[in-house]
């Protein structure tokens, strides 16, 4: 079965801070990856997603995710972070060709900004 | 354009009582359909999907129940509520599978209290 693991539960950092949120996720085959975003009392939202070609995606403001296969991550990052970058963030995964195309969501990791 | 209504958004319910939320999507035909629960610092959890009509899958044992009566209504319910089953509910809609390009769009959520 898959699972997807996100170490981070809670990151605290400064405006202009470098971002970087992990998340690795156990499958061996073909896999679509995504990372969802829950900013303080809206909707849960996609911010980008990987199914294939470049492993480096580039999602809504400024964000950005890069694949590595051997590794099996998936991981989030962002060069500059700003005080609305407060969010809650959520790695999924999926599989491909299935018929139901479940997303298996990991824990979450919220960030908080200090301006 | 697709959109996807849950309500109530509320619920304040004692336990032993009956439960429904109803959650229903407009501009799309056939969508694969999902119930999730969002608990604090356990990420989104798969409770339900359907893929059609009466189709329900369950993904955990628990004390819940999922309907789908029409093609886009899904129905979460419950004869007796435990108190366990506090938690923020969420549904969420996909295109059905042909390869899975798409990522899932979600309800507002139902926060659920059981007192």
């Known amino acids: 079965a898959q699972s997807v693991s996100q170490h981070n539960h809670h990151v605290i950092l400064s405006e202009a801070a470098s971002l970087e949120l992990g998340c690795n996720y156990s499958?061996?085959?073909?896999?679509?990856l995504f990372w969802y975003v829950q900013y303080p009392g809206q909707h849960l939202q996609l911010l980008l997603k990987?199914?294939?070609?470049?492993?480096l995606v580039k999602g809504i403001k400024g964000f950005e995710a890069e694949f590595i296969k051997s590794k099996f991550s998936f991981n989030l990052r962002k060069p500059s972070v700003q005080w609305s970058d407060t969010a809650e963030y959520f790695c999924?995964?999926?599989?491909?060709?299935?018929?139901?195309?479940?997303?298996?969501f990991g824990s979450g990791t919220r960030l908080s900004i200090r301006p | 354009s697709q959109t996807i209504h849950q309500w109530p958004a509320t619920l304040v319910q004692p336990v032993g009582s009956p439960l429904s939320l109803e959650c229903t999507v407009e501009?799309?035909?056939?969508?694969?359909l999902y119930w999730y629960r969002q608990a604090a610092g356990r990420g989104l959890q798969l409770l339900f999907y359907?893929?059609?009509?009466?189709?329900i899958s369950s993904e955990v044992p628990q004390n819940l129940s999922a309907s789908r009566p029409q093609d886009r209504q899904f129905i979460l319910s419950s004869k007796k509520l435990l108190l366990s089953d506090s938690g923020f509910y969420l549904c969420?809609?996909?295109?059905?599978?042909?390869?899975?390009?798409?990522?899932?769009?979600f309800g507002s959520g139902t926060r659920l209290t059981v007192v």
């Open positions: 969420a809609w996909s295109l059905p599978s042909t390869g899975t390009n798409y990522g899932y769009t």
């Open positions: 499958y061996g085959g073909t896999v679509n």
């Open positions: 990987y199914f294939s070609g470049d492993p």
């Open positions: 999924a995964v999926n599989t491909p060709y299935s018929s139901a195309s479940k997303i298996i």
């Open positions: 501009g799309t035909s056939n969508p694969n």
């Open positions: 359907s893929v059609g009509i009466g189709q």
